[in-house]
């Protein structure tokens, strides 16, 4: 899994829009204009911090290695997911999903009637 794929996937997603608001290495995926993903570039490894809810944030960091609180964001309700074997397709897609679900669950009724 690369960059270029998760960026596919993400923007595969209804109503996603992508920018870089911060600076030109951290990629910032978006639903109706509220942030689920964010890419950095510039990282070595490949990884990605998404949105969770606390309580599942903790247990996925219990049970994965390779899933650490992220930096730039409250660390109750952001992972950063790094990239590597212990990290199935599946499971990243997944996460991905739940990011993305938790966003639109979030949004004002008529923003998520126009995603739906």
């Excluded at 870089?20 to 911090?49: H, R, Y």
């Amino acid at each position: 899994m690369n960059y270029e794929e998760l960026r596919e996937f993400c923007l595969s997603l209804k109503g996603t829009t992508e920018s870089f608001p911060f600076d030109e290495f951290t990629l910032v995926l978006k639903v109706q204009g509220k942030m689920f993903a964010l890419l950095p570039l510039d990282n070595p490894e490949t990884q990605i911090s998404l949105k969770c809810d606390p309580e599942r944030a903790i247990q996925l960091r219990e049970e994965y290695s390779a899933i650490v609180p992220a930096w730039h964001f409250n660390k109750k309700h952001w992972n950063t997911v790094i990239i590597n074997p212990e990290i199935t397709k599946d499971l990243l897609y997944e996460l991905i999903i739940h990011s993305y679900n938790l966003v639109v669950a979030g949004l004002p009724r008529k923003l998520r009637e126009e995603i739906i």
